[in-house]
């Protein structure tokens, strides 16, 4: 079984990582009401898609 001779080092341990890191979901604002929503979903706020009413939204 290999093992290492030298300790990684904190530089070369952190370039390996640098890809892992996560991403903020990217908003766009509903063209209807104005809130932001998912891109290609439907809006939460008011349920409109594209223009068109495709689900209803309950007031809480």
């Not at 908003?27 to 008011?46: F, Q």
Request: hydrophobic share 15%; glycine share 8%; charged share 30%.
């Amino acid at each position: 079984m290999g093992l290492p001779k030298r300790r990684t080092s904190k530089s070369r341990r952190d370039k390996r990582r640098t890809g892992k890191r996560l991403s903020a979901p990217s908003l766009s604002t509903c063209p209807d009401c104005g809130e932001p929503a998912l891109p290609h979903h439907a809006c939460p706020s008011c349920g409109s898609y594209k223009g068109r009413q495709v689900t209803s939204v309950t007031e809480e």
